[in-house]
């Protein structure tokens, strides 16, 4: 290997090290926000639903596309919101093209006659996929308020009753609720799924949240002001994940967003891992293209603070750390025999240190967001070890696929709206067998996570003819997250 060659691989390897290190030290002044806004007492104007006069008509969006396992029990649960029928409004915002859409126009016509207000939408296409839907309803909606709800959550029935009244506050534009998981236990994919999404809705929206910085609606489970939709130019489907852009183009136009860890609204992970990597693709993906949208608007705004800009900018950047825990990854192993190599360059390996001190302190950040949820006894700390470095190990064995999204996001690559298939799955005994919504092929990308494997088997036994033990343990990590991806992506269909 050239010196040349040798400098190149240290300066890539560096410089994804050093913006993995910058993005661990936004989540521990994250995790400080957090803290601090637990131990506040918390007062807002809301109003007063005993009062007929400040009861808000509110309209619920439940945009659905082939959701035939789940459309029932959808259906069902939101037909006991509690909230007066004069002001509710239900819309069924169905681009379903399967047989789900005698089923679902029955159960609505049935819903009718209890007299609750819900109408079945349907499109002559899917133009705009989900953001579509959401804007050719809004066209009608009676509602001063819009409540979405993907098919597969499960909101309790006083949700309106906790949700809506801090509308009062007229700078409020979007109030985001916690989502809950009712399938966190069925496998360890639901449960480090469970584990990344708990600290997204505790650590990130709160510290967010408590300090002014931007947060994002999460495209289901909360509710917007219409007139905010409307004056943030309203849902575009130019991204794949239109809930970033249209939170960051609402909050740039100063509106205000409310979070609130204290309600939680159930619904129900992947159990499959090619779901999972349809769902994990679109979401990447679309930060990925939301960063290319936005980021400019968001460093040049003069209404907005250096340390707000920051954690935008850090924000829609989140997805993009796959690409550099890939890069940083799949060089190391070079890395071992550069040091081997070249004695001189020795001290460029007090780099690595960067990484150790990022997964600390990621460590210490998902803790306090694991504990909230979960409890903070030794056994839960224990149990928590071992679920946070089986997440890593998983992590990085999905950081090829989400690599891979995140570059089409950067180059622009448009893509299809891949909605994640819904099982109905409540726990450990229900089945996905026979999901027809499943994918039919495997993916490409299978191929090079079994190479992958094997490359980092590689690393591993190359620690012994070097008698270099330093990077064995994330080596390790590594095969085991390309093997885990791989043989459950092999099996995904069975």
């Known amino acids: 290997m050239g010196l040349t060659i040798a400098y190149i691989i240290i300066a890539i390897y560096s410089v994804a090290l050093m913006l993995i290190f910058f993005y661990s030290l936004a989540q521990l002044n994250l995790l400080i926000n957090y803290l601090g806004y ?3 007492n918390q007062t807002a104007p809301k109003f007063n639903l005993l009062d007929p006069k400040e009861i808000p008509y509110v309209t619920i969006q439940l945009p659905v596309y082939n959701e035939e396992y789940v459309m029932e029990r959808l259906l069902e649960n939101i037909a006991k919101i509690e909230y007066p029928l004069s002001k509710l409004e239900i819309q069924v915002l169905d681009d ?6 005698n089923d679902t126009s029955a159960q609505i016509k049935a819903l009718q006659e209890t007299g609750l207000d819900i109408q079945h939408i349907r499109r002559e296409n899917r133009e705009g996929f989900k953001a579509g839907a959401l804007k050719e309803g809004l066209k009608i909606a009676k509602g001063d308020f819009i409540a979405i709800f993907d098919a597969d959550f499960l909101p309790d029935p006083d949700w309106l009753k906790k949700t809506v009244i801090y509308f009062k506050d ?3 534009g979007v109030v985001q609720t916690r989502w809950g998981h009712i399938n966190r236990d069925y496998s360890t994919l ?6 990344a999404l708990d ?3 505790t650590l990130e929206q709160v510290g967010r949240n408590a300090k002014g910085h931007f947060i994002n609606f999460n495209g289901t489970a909360g ?3 219409k007139k905010c939709i409307i004056d943030a130019g309203n849902w575009e489907g130019d991204t794949l994940t239109e809930d970033l852009d249209l939170s960051y183009r609402a909050q740039l136009k100063n509106w205000k967003f409310k979070y609130l860890e204290d309600v939680e609204t159930p619904a129900e992970l992947p159990v499959v891992i090619s779901a999972a990597r349809s769902q994990q693709f679109r979401w990447n993906k679309g930060g990925a293209e939301n960063f290319r949208k936005t980021v400019w608007s968001v460093i040049t705004a003069k209404n907005i603070s250096i340390k707000t800009k920051f954690h ?3 924000h829609l950047l989140n997805s993009s750390m796959f690409l550099c825990v890939f890069l940083v990854a799949i060089l190391s192993i070079p890395m071992l025999y550069i040091k081997n190599m070249y004695g001189h360059l020795g001290w460029v390996f007090e780099m690595t240190s960067f990484f150790i001190v990022s997964t600390i302190i990621l460590f210490i950040c998902y803790w306090f967001t694991y504990k909230s949820i979960q409890g903070s006894s030794f056994d839960n700390f224990v149990d928590y070890i071992k679920l946070f470095f089986t997440f890593f190990s998983v992590a990085l064995g999905f950081s090829l696929h989400n690599s891979m999204a995140v570059l089409e996001g950067h180059i622009g690559k448009r893509s299809e709206f891949v ?3 819904k099982f109905n799955i409540n726990n450990i005994s229900d089945s996905w067998k026979g999901n027809k919504y499943l994918a039919k092929k495997l993916s490409p990308n299978m191929i090079i996570e079994a190479a992958l494997m094997i490359y980092f088997l590689f690393g591993m036994y190359s620690a012994i003819p070097l008698n270099d033990f330093g990077l064995f343990p994330f080596h390790f990590m590594l095969f085991l997250g390309f093997g885990y991806v791989f043989f459950k992506s092999l099996t995904a269909k069975a």
Do not use: L, N, Y
């Open 199 to 201: 600290a997204h809705f």
């Open 419 to 421: 909605r994640t298939p």
């Open 223 to 225: 509710i917007w002001r």
């Open 96 to 101: 379903s093209t399967d047989d789900s859409v």
């Open 38 to 40: 637990k131990k506040r």
């Open 312 to 314: 935008g900018v850090m």
């Open 170 to 172: 007229e700078e409020i």
């Open 190 to 195: 639901t449960r480090i799924q469970a584990f």
